[in-house]
C-alpha cells in the first residue's frame, strides 16, 4: 500500500506551495486585522477567530518573497504551531490534494529558493513542482516567544 499525505496547495507571488493538512484549523477569507506595535514586520496583527485572539502573519514577508497587492481571493490559514493558533496570509489556497510519499524529493534539490529549514520537500507532480513547507519550522523559537507575549498582551 502506498502511502500519501494530504496537502493544502496555496500560492504566493505567483509559487504554488503545500503543507500537510494536519497542521490546518481552518482556511479563512481575510478579515480586518488589528495592528500590534513594536512587533516584527512580518507580524501583521492579530484577529479574532471563535472567539480567539489569534496573531496574523504574512507569509510572502516572514519568507523573503516578492510582495504583491492584496486581492479578493487572498486568504488566512490558520494553524497550530507549537499549541500556538497563527494565522497565515497567503495569496489564494486553491487545492486539498493527496500526494504520494515516494514523488517527495529531499529538499537539498531545491537550492536557494527559500531557508531550506522550512522545506520539508519537493513534490514532483504530473505538471509542476510543489514546494511542500514544514509551517512548524516557519517560526524560530524567538519569534514563536514574540507570539507568545502578543497574545498576552
Known amino acids: 500500500m502506498e502511502e500519501t499525505m494530504k496537502v493544502i496547495v496555496f500560492s504566493l507571488s505567483g509559487q ?11 482556511i479563512e477569507k ?4 488589528t495592528k500590534v506595535p513594536g512587533t516584527s514586520s512580518f507580524i501583521k496583527g492579530i484577529f479574532s477567530f ?3 485572539t489569534v496573531p496574523v502573519l504574512d507569509l510572502k514577508e516572514r519568507l523573503q518573497m516578492e510582495q ?16 500556538i493558533q497563527v494565522g497565515l496570509i497567503v495569496d489564494a489556497a486553491t ?8 514523488i517527495i524529493e529531499d529538499a537539498k534539490a531545491m ?10 520537500g519537493v ?21 514563536k516567544e514574540e507570539l507568545q507575549e502578543v497574545l498576552a498582551n
Open 111 to 120: 537550492g536557494g529558493v527559500i531557508h531550506k529549514d522550512y522545506i520539508k
Open 50 to 52: 471563535h472567539g480567539e
Open 16 to 26: 504554488r506551495f503545500g503543507a500537510n493538512i494536519q497542521q490546518v484549523i481552518s
Open 68 to 83: 504583491t497587492a492584496q486581492t479578493d481571493s487572498n486568504r488566512i490559514i490558520v494553524v497550530n504551531i507549537d499549541n
Open 30 to 33: 481575510m478579515k480586518e486585522i
Open 123 to 143: 513534490a514532483k507532480l504530473a505538471n509542476e513542482l510543489l514546494i511542500l513547507l514544514d509551517l512548524g519550522r516557519v517560526l524560530a523559537l524567538e519569534e
Open 95 to 102: 487545492d486539498v490534494i493527496d500526494i504520494e510519499m515516494e
